[in-house]
């Protein structure tokens, strides 16, 4: 089977910085798989350049069997990848709606004015179909809650994304409902076929959530492993160089 996604032998250099190198994995449709290791692992390296901050140096990213190449994030997102990043990217004093649609708001009539209701409409509807409870979708994002706003955040990713979904750190700061609220949409994402590329420092999220991890030392990829078939030992030997 061809995979949704596939990064082949891809090497990434800054200057005289290897920051990753040889990388190659490929995601499957309602497939989780997580990307672990330490700080300068190459984890977020791995995000940027399917996310389309950053070209490989060498190697080639593949959506479904076509191999593509991404001169920005905008390229990214037109091939239906979407990002969830620590900053989140919202405007916090904004609505709820006009977040969702945020760089792709539409518009009605000749002078091309904000179609507010029909935003804030289809909002209403995503929201509830994926369970994500803000109050009212017109009050601006700066009075949620952390979690409410990544939650936000995944449902504007869930709403524009075709195939693939990058999440970096998507609980760093939440406390411990609002981290199961926002893996119980992650697990929503994943039952409606997307590919998740997950980064956590949280080994526990990872094994509640990844079908797969890949772990990364010094910008190589050691291993890929089932996450049913291995455990935090062998991950955590393998992210220190122990194994």
Not at 129 to 137: D, K, N, Q
Not at 179 to 187: H, K, S, Y
Request: hydrophobic share 45%; net charge positive; charged share 25%.
């Amino acid at each position: 089977m061809t995979p949704l996604v596939r990064l082949e032998h891809v090497r990434k250099e800054f200057g005289a910085v290897v920051a990753l190198e040889d990388l190659t994995l490929g995601l499957e449709a309602g497939e989780i798989v997580a990307l672990v290791g330490d700080n300068g692992a190459g984890k977020s390296t791995v995000v940027k350049c399917l996310g389309g901050v950053h070209a490989p140096t060498f190697g080639r990213i593949v959506l479904e069997g076509r191999p593509v190449r991404f001169a920005s994030p905008l390229d990214a997102r037109e091939e239906g990848i979407e990002a969830v990043l620590q900053d989140l990217a919202l405007a916090t004093g904004q609505p709820v709606y006009m977040n969702v649609f945020l760089g792709r708001e539409l518009v009605k009539g000749p002078l091309r004015r904000l179609a507010r209701e029909a935003m804030a409409s289809r909002t209403r509807t995503l929201l509830d179909e994926l369970g994500v409870r803000v109050g009212s979708c017109e009050q601006p994002v700066r009075d949620l809650s952390g979690g409410q706003r990544q939650a936000v955040a995944i449902a504007r990713a869930a709403l524009w994304s075709q195939r693939l979904i990058l999440m970096d750190e998507p609980t760093a700061a939440l406390g411990v409902s609002e981290t199961q609220r926002v893996e119980d949409l992650i697990r929503t994402m994943r039952d409606r076929g997307r590919a998740i590329l997950l980064v956590s420092h949280s080994l526990d999220q990872v094994f509640r959530l990844a079908n797969r991890i890949c772990v990364l030392r010094r910008g190589r990829q050691v291993g890929v492993r089932q996450t049913a078939d291995t455990g935090g030992d062998e991950i955590v030997a393998m992210i220190t160089g122990l194994k």
